[in-house]
């Protein structure tokens, strides 16, 4: 009987997938939910309710099959981004432990712009607060549970315009977005929708875009809106998804004297930045302390040997690495400048963590490389390049760019000549490279031509005492200028 | 150490310094900016004497904050969820940071009261909403949390020695007629360790706990790091931002559930019908946004009061402005109205005002 059951499914599922649109909506609206037509089951012709085979198939079977029918028919409307204007519905995360039930706090309000990782509720259950961050960025379009109000899991909890702009120029936030963008795989779809075709939210907060020629109060109707494409778009990985370098530079770059200006709010990474310079420079007492040291053997060991290092640790010999472990060789020498005060106490450290500066399409990194005391130059080759592709792929974790005990920074790749970088919390000091130069310098008595680079060690004079600073520069310029004095120990 | 060991680090933070705000914002910098999938961290702190309430409670409701204004009593809102508790120099609190799936409140929980037990014999034990008491009947321990996308955190208190008359009187809200759905507290019974067992002291409690959490920690007591911090901005860069907006009155009382306050009276009148009247005011974010009045008062009355109330609107509930308002009403009415008018205007006000401050 159950199999007679199976095939009379299979074979009306696979008439079913193959008709078009209105026969299912009339098949579907002469089927009840709850079938009565036993009919159709064949032989086993039952007014029997509680017949097994009856209720096999009207709880099993065309319902299963109604339902399946209308997965099949709505399932692709709802996840794939061909509309523009998509309102997703967000629902309640899973709670902790073996709650049920919660009840929602808002953070935000409808018409409020929404970023990635905003967090727009907490759902407070027994003593714990569940942040809600957002998938998506987007204006919220409608709150659907009362603030206060108990929800379940999975209960729908507000509706949120994806990829949408709350009265701002939407290519300003399509630059400040796209590089905070992270992985997410829905995201890849929306991406290009929300970035290619920019729209402006219709009523409350509609200001009326910048340069929009119809001046006045929120529009009434829709704006126009590009038909949905008829295929998918092509998903793009965030990787691929070309990076405007800094949005600032497209568009302040272009200084045409028309009087105008415009302001952009600064992200969080620059913020973040702005707010640890002015911690360092507030609490350190920054001191800066020149050398300058002769490339001449070092770019001579380079050339020398850059291709069979090239060939044996498939990467290239930079200047970084020669600089990393003098530095670190100098810190063991004057372990002070390895140290930092952390409120009344001098918090010495046994290990060489070096950060590095590094330009990133978000901004100035800091990765740190660990154990430097340990490493080689290839070591440490290595571990930079994996790290400054860590940094333009916009990978680099936390755990990256945390800890370390030195900086270095290097501003000669730009062209700078001399400058006094700033010490990067919670740190003691910094050294600043700069650019190699030839220059006219005395050697001997005479008059040569050689490859000048100016160093600067900025330093916390409360901890380090001139002599130390100076020291240890020194130090790193002889280490650079030969090389041997590391195998020696000198 | 070196960083790049493959266990767990275990790190309990004591902080130096006793200002909840500045505390606070400590436990939420660690939280938001720390990275806990190669560490558990527990911090240890005190505070000089404050009410802590849950982030989405009413003040008003659950502080007696009159009270608490004159006896120097800070209030804070706290980021997690819950109720409202005491602090002084006598309450431990603790703060267990981990990563999210992780989050164990019970283990954690059993942990305090495993060394209460062993090294002080006090009969602790959790109970089932996740309180710490003592004979099953009189709690030492109030707990909330906060669980976010990769970190979470639990802290709870200990009531080593707090004075209770303080705690008496800032926790008795007088707060009638609050119609909220705000978080409210469930007030419980407590106790003070002290009481039970004599000579239990904070400080020693704060290096035992220290100690002993490498027992929670299954591999080498080497491992964890005991550190004494005062919280600043060098190490924890934003720090006092956070920690002022904590301060702010914008914060505290700012970011109260919506909640109205509705009152109704009856003065019986002698041959007539009894004279009646019905407040309904609406605080939101803590400014009063409007208040409805019905009653069956002489209507120059009704209307006086509509008016005292219109000057209510958009005013910082319980603000010096707010009573300032009502003084200047208070002074203009009872010598102005007509005789018949005097009584029932005296009588309006007072309901009035009996409403605002919610007294019984």
Known sequence: ?490 | MATGSMSKQWRVLISKSRDVYLNLAWEDWLYRRENFINQNMLLLWRNDPCVVIGRYQNPWKEVNVSSAKMLGISIARRFSGGGTVYHDLGNVNFTFLTERSLYNRRKNLEFIVDLLRKDYNVPATVNKRDDIVVNNSLKISGTAAKLGRTTAYHHCTLLVSVIKDQLHAVLSAKNKGIRTNATESLPSPTVNLAEIVAGIECETLIHGYAKSFAALNESFVDNVMVKEVTPTNVEYPGLSTVADDLRSTDFVFGKTPKFNIVREYLLPNEGADALRLLFDILVDKGVVQGANIEGNLHPSVMSALRSVCAQLDGIAYDSHLMWSVFEKSMLLSPFNEPPEGRIEMDFALRCLLRTVTCQE
Not at chain 1, 3 to 8: D, F, I
Not at chain 1, 50 to 79: D, K, M, Q
């Open chain 1, 1 to 490: 009987m159950l199999a007679r059951n199976a095939c009379n499914l299979a074979s009306r599922k696979s008439v079913i997938s193959g008709l078009s649109a209105s026969p299912i909506r009339s098949y579907l609206q002469q089927v009840p939910a709850r079938c009565l037509s036993v009919g159709r089951v064949g032989k086993a012709n039952t007014t029997d309710r509680t017949s097994p085979l009856y209720r096999t198939h009207s709880s099993a079977g065309i319902c299963v099959e109604r339902r399946a029918v209308l997965r099949f028919f709505y399932r692709p409307l709802r996840t794939t981004a061909f509309l523009n204007d998509e309102i997703r519905t967000i629902n309640t995360p899973p709670f902790a432990d073996s709650i049920s039930e919660g009840d929602v706090r808002w953070h935000k309000a409808v018409g409020d712009q929404i970023k990635e990782d905003d967090i727009v509720c907490e759902i407070e259950t027994d003593k714990t607060a569940v942040p809600c961050p957002s998938q998506v960025s987007g204006v919220i379009e409608e709150l659907l549970v009362k603030d206060g109000e108990k929800v379940t899991k999975g209960a729908a909890l507000y509706k949120i315009r994806v990829g949408a702009t709350s009265g701002k120029a939407a290519d300003k936030l399509k630059d400040k977005a796209e590089p905070e963008k992270k992985e997410a795989k829905e995201e890849k779809k929306e991406k290009p929708s929300g970035e290619e075709k920019p729209k402006r939210a219709e009523g409350e907060k509609a200001k009326g875009g910048e340069g929009d020629a119809q001046s006045g109060p929120i529009p009434t109707k829709k704006p126009n809106v590009p038909a949905p494409p008829k295929e998918p778009l092509k998903s793009k990985p965030t990787s691929s998804v070309p990076v405007t370098p800094a949005a600032s530079q497209s568009k302040a770059g272009a200084i045409s004297g028309s009087r105008s200006e415009h302001r952009e709010k600064m992200n969080r990474m620059r913020l973040r930045i702005a707010e640890r310079l002015k911690e360092a420079q507030n609490t350190a007492a920054m001191l800066t302390t020149f050398n300058e040291v002769d490339m001449s053997n070092i770019i001579e060991m380079r050339n020398k040997y850059k291709d069979a290092f090239m060939k044996k640790h498939g990467v290239k010999l930079g200047f970084m690495s020669p600089f990393i472990k003098a530095a670190a060789y100098a810190l063991q020498d004057q372990p002070v400048v390895n140290a930092v005060i952390d409120g009344t106490d001098i918090l010495h450290r046994d290990y060489i963590d070096i950060s590095v500066a590094v330009a990133s399409p978000k901004g100035l990194v800091v990765p740190v490389i660990r154990n430097v005391e340990d490493m080689s130059y290839a070591d440490i080759e290595l571990t930079l390049e994996a790290l400054s592709g860590k940094a333009r792929d916009g990978t680099l974790a936390i755990e990256d760019m945390t800890g370390g005990t030195f900086t270095i920074s290097n501003g000669g790749v730009f062209g700078s000549l001399f400058g006094t970088p700033i010490i990067n919390p919670p740190q003691s000091a910094i050294l600043g490279m700069h650019a190699t130069n030839d220059r006219p310098v005395a050697v001997n008595g005479q008059v040569v031509i050689r490859p000048m680079m100016y160093v600067a060690l900025t330093y916390d004079h409360r901890l380090i005492d001139g002599r130390e600073a100076v020291t240890f520069l020194k130090k790193i310029k002889q280490v650079i200028e030969d090389p041997r004095l590391l195998l020696l120990d000198l």
